[in-house]
């Protein structure tokens, strides 16, 4: 009891700490404002932001979770209160689990290989410290391109006909498989994608804790005869824990909730192989015009992606990195 | 990395790192070298292949895509482009996308610099609605926007308008903004402002020659940000549009796959590279803003 709570209040006196720390001078900030100066002035400055986003960003989702409890018999028609009944129908569904296994599959894909690629490189910069501007610049460029221009050019690296994979596969005298038209493989492929588009934020955010480990660290670890994998391991990654998480968590995010990459590399196809839940809210309101049983799905994906970002704030906080 | 192993532990501990004897003096540091540097080669070629095929291939004929081995086009053409350009809808779409980009951007920056300078200097009630700009864009992936957006976009008849997307792409901007901007607005030191307060400068006077030009930096990030998400955003604008002159680029770009019976692979990938190659520009001249802009933005 006594260790809890002198635990906890070391923990309210290290928040607090932070806390201020965070705020310079004080919090910086004005109780009345400058002599002449409205007492309205920052109510009018916020309004316009607060009103937009309280438009498009809450009201929406709130309006979807409340039409999620109705239903029309056909598309455009009256609409009537059924309850958690487009929910239970959702669970029922075989599809709805198929495609929830699909997008395990695909954002625990995505995830490793993210992270132990994000891994690999960011190590690998952290070694070039001198040229790093160059390579980094030309690092970003995958991720400030649009996503359906990523699911373009690996539909041609990966076309089975003339694709650069195939051709080097035909150099060594077999037959390449056709990548996006086998169910196994097409589900690689779109990992492989996001991850490509992806990565670049994974591997700043990585490097940057690289970049923040105190050098002396390493001369001390080298003085006492760790090698090169010893001190990665046991020094680097312990130290960058931070960043691995939060690269971790945002990639989860960014794959729960991400339409464009499988949308414009394999429509949810072959043989609905990579209909991740995001295609399968989308067809069911776009393409089976059922809106209502499509924005429950949207519901449900919304509320994982709730308790993952609740994950991602907690941990955020508690190793004391949010930015 | 492994021949630092070896060299390491062959070593006594307590031996400086620079005055250890790399194996056989030049020849081994050459090896090092080389060893460092095999990682970044594989990351370069990671990064910068498919935009090398794919211009490759925008430089072919249809015939030479499927007839020739050779990953370099024989003969390069830029007919495939010529045809791109050609197209109606592409240069509708490329249009939009300019218009939209610019119209996003400028609302966003518009809307957001008051908000930050609000929250950031005063005490307010309310500005605990900050905290609020910090998880709302999380928790509200446009994932979930899309279904909802397009029925009010329906009720409102606010469907295929270059303002609907304006409108919608600030929304979803102005909290990083916000976000982006306080932070840098706090590292201005109020006695700045203070200072020339007593010297009679109004309250716009400040804003307009202590606060905006010392955050102009912030300011190129939040716009060049503003306008690449509204540039290549794919999902609201697949909702949000309907018919053809509306489109932007990525949707457009998106429907040039399927609408042939047979694929015109010149062309798809003529119209990728103008696609990525206009914010590329831009990219390169203000690459450190971005970055800046990536890093502490979009994780939070």
């Given at each position: 009891m006594?260790?809890?709570?002198?635990?906890r209040i070391?923990?309210a006196?290290?928040r607090?700490?932070?806390?201020?720390?965070?705020e310079?001078g004080?919090?910086g900030?004005?109780d009345?404002?400058?002599?002449?100066?409205?007492?309205?002035?920052?109510y009018?400055?916020?309004?316009?932001a607060?009103?937009?986003?309280?438009?498009?960003?809450?009201?929406?989702?709130?309006?979807?979770?409340?039409?999620?409890?109705?239903?029309?018999?056909?598309?455009?028609?009256?609409?009537e209160?059924?309850?958690?009944?487009n929910y239970?129908?959702?669970?029922?569904d075989p599809?709805?689990?198929d495609?929830?296994?699909?997008?395990?599959?695909f954002?625990?894909?995505?995830?490793?290989?993210?992270l132990?690629?994000?891994?690999?490189?960011?190590?690998?910069?952290?070694?070039?410290?001198?040229?790093?501007r160059f390579?980094?610049?030309?690092?970003?460029?995958?991720?400030?391109?649009?996503?359906?221009?990523?699911?373009?050019?690996?539909?041609?690296?990966?076309?089975?006909?003339?694709g650069?994979l195939?051709?080097t596969?035909?150099?060594?005298g077999?037959?390449?498989?056709?990548?996006?038209?086998?169910?196994?493989?097409?589900?690689?492929?779109?990992i492989?994608?996001?991850?490509?588009t992806?990565?670049?934020?994974?591997?700043?955010?990585?490097?940057?804790?690289?970049q923040?480990?105190?050098?002396?660290y390493i001369?001390?670890?080298?003085?006492?005869?760790a090698?090169?994998?010893?001190?990665a391991?046991?020094?680097?990654?312990p130290?960058i824990?931070?960043?691995?998480?939060?690269?971790?968590?945002?990639?989860?995010?960014?794959?729960l909730?991400?339409?464009?990459?499988?949308?414009?590399?394999?429509?949810?196809?072959p043989?609905?192989?990579?209909?991740?839940?995001?295609?399968?809210?989308?067809?069911?309101?776009?393409?089976?015009?059922?809106?209502?049983?499509a924005?429950?799905?949207a519901?449900?994906?919304?509320?994982?992606?709730?308790?993952?970002?609740?994950?991602?704030?907690g941990?955020a906080?508690?190793?004391?990195?949010?930015? | 990395?492994?021949?630092?192993t070896e060299?390491?532990?062959?070593?006594p501990?307590?031996?400086?790192?620079e005055?250890?004897?790399?194996?056989?003096?030049?020849f081994?540091?050459?090896?090092?070298?080389?060893?460092?540097?095999?990682?970044?080669?594989?990351?370069?070629?990671?990064?910068?292949?498919?935009?090398?095929?794919?211009?490759?291939?925008?430089?072919?004929?249809?015939g030479e895509?499927?007839?020739?081995?050779?990953?370099?086009?024989?003969?390069?053409?830029?007919?495939?482009y010529?045809?791109?350009?050609e197209?109606?809808?592409?240069?509708?779409?490329?249009?939009?996308?300019?218009?939209v980009?610019?119209g996003?951007?400028?609302?966003?920056?518009?809307?957001?610099?008051?908000?930050?300078?609000a929250?950031?200097?005063?005490?307010?009630?309310?500005?605990h609605?900050?905290?609020?700009?910090t998880?709302?864009p999380?928790?509200?992936?446009?994932?979930?926007?899309m279904i909802p957006?397009?029925?009010?976009a329906?009720?409102?008849?606010?469907l295929?308008?270059?303002?609907t997307?304006?409108?919608?792409?600030?929304?979803?901007?102005?909290?990083?903004?916000?976000?982006?901007?306080v932070?840098?607005?706090?590292?201005?030191p109020?006695?700045l402002?203070?200072?020339a307060?007593?010297?009679?400068?109004?309250?716009w006077?400040?804003?307009?020659?202590?606060?905006?030009?010392?955050?102009?930096?912030?300011?190129?990030?939040?716009g060049?940000?503003?306008f690449?998400?509204?540039?290549?955003?794919?999902?609201?604008?697949?909702?949000?549009?309907?018919?053809?002159?509306?489109?932007?680029?990525?949707?457009?770009?998106?429907?040039?796959?399927?609408?042939?019976?047979?694929?015109?692979y010149?062309?798809?990938?003529a119209?990728?590279?103008?696609?990525?190659?206009?914010?590329?520009?831009?990219?390169?001249?203000i690459?450190?803003?971005?970055?800046?802009g990536?890093?502490?933005?979009?994780?939070?």
């Amino acid at each position: 009891m006594s260790v809890l709570s002198s635990d906890r209040i070391r923990r309210a006196a290290w928040r607090r700490r932070r806390r201020r720390r965070r705020e310079p001078g004080g919090g910086g900030r004005w109780d009345t404002g400058l002599a002449g100066q409205s007492k309205l002035a920052p109510y009018l400055f916020s309004t316009p932001a607060i009103i937009m986003v309280s438009l498009l960003l809450a009201y929406p989702v709130i309006y979807g979770l409340y039409k999620s409890f109705y239903r029309a018999d056909f598309f455009g028609g009256p609409e009537e209160f059924v309850g958690f009944e487009n929910y239970s129908e959702m669970f029922h569904d075989p599809a709805f689990w198929d495609a929830l296994t699909k997008s395990a599959i695909f954002v625990t894909g995505c995830v490793v290989v993210g992270l132990v690629l994000g891994l690999f490189f960011a190590f690998a910069l952290n070694r070039v410290v001198s040229q790093l501007r160059f390579l980094r610049s030309v690092t970003i460029a995958p991720y400030i391109i649009s996503n359906v221009a990523a699911a373009v050019m690996f539909r041609l690296l990966f076309n089975s006909d003339f694709g650069l994979l195939n051709r080097t596969i035909e150099f060594f005298g077999f037959d390449g498989p056709s990548w996006l038209a086998d169910p196994n493989l097409a589900m690689g492929v779109v990992i492989f994608c996001q991850v490509w588009t992806d990565l670049p934020l994974t591997i700043l955010l990585l490097l940057a804790g690289l970049q923040t480990i105190d050098t002396s660290y390493i001369d001390a670890a080298k003085v006492d005869g760790a090698t090169g994998w010893k001190r990665a391991w046991h020094l680097s990654m312990p130290l960058i824990s931070p960043q691995i998480v939060i690269s971790v968590v945002w990639m989860s995010y960014s794959t729960l909730t991400g339409l464009g990459v499988v949308l414009a590399l394999t429509g949810g196809g072959p043989l609905k192989a990579t209909q991740t839940m995001p295609m399968e809210m989308y067809s069911t309101a776009f393409t089976d015009l059922e809106m209502n049983q499509a924005l429950a799905i949207a519901s449900f994906i919304l509320i994982l992606n709730a308790i993952l970002t609740l994950l991602y704030v907690g941990l955020a906080r508690r190793y004391g990195t949010v930015e | 990395m492994t021949v630092d192993t070896e060299v390491t532990t062959t070593v006594p501990p307590k031996v400086p790192a620079e005055r250890r004897p790399t194996g056989s003096s030049g020849f081994g540091r050459v090896v090092r070298q080389i060893l460092l540097w095999i990682p970044l080669v594989i990351l370069m070629l990671w990064t910068l292949v498919p935009f090398f095929i794919t211009v490759m291939i925008s430089l072919k004929t249809r015939g030479e895509v499927f007839g020739s081995t050779s990953a370099l086009p024989n003969d390069p053409s830029l007919a495939a482009y010529r045809e791109v350009i050609e197209r109606p809808g592409f240069r509708g779409a490329f249009v939009n996308s300019v218009l939209v980009g610019l119209g996003t951007t400028i609302l966003t920056v518009a809307l957001a610099t008051p908000a930050a300078y609000a929250f950031a200097r005063f005490n307010f009630r309310g500005r605990h609605l900050l905290l609020l700009f910090t998880l709302i864009p999380r928790l509200v992936p446009s994932l979930g926007l899309m279904i909802p957006l397009y029925q009010l976009a329906v009720t409102l008849g606010a469907l295929d308008k270059r303002l609907t997307l304006v409108v919608v792409y600030s929304g979803m901007l102005v909290p990083l903004a916000v976000w982006l901007l306080v932070g840098f607005i706090q590292q201005i030191p109020p006695s700045l402002e203070e200072a020339a307060s007593v010297d009679g400068a109004s309250m716009w006077k400040r804003m307009r020659y202590i606060v905006l030009p010392i955050s102009l930096p912030a300011l190129i990030t939040i716009g060049v940000l503003s306008f690449r998400e509204a540039w290549n955003e794919f999902t609201l604008v697949l909702v949000l549009t309907t018919t053809p002159g509306k489109r932007t680029l990525p949707y457009e770009l998106y429907l040039m796959q399927g609408i042939q019976g047979i694929e015109n692979y010149p062309a798809e990938a003529a119209f990728t590279v103008l696609t990525i190659l206009p914010f590329i520009l831009v990219y390169a001249r203000i690459e450190k803003y971005i970055v800046a802009g990536i890093t502490t933005g979009s994780v939070k």
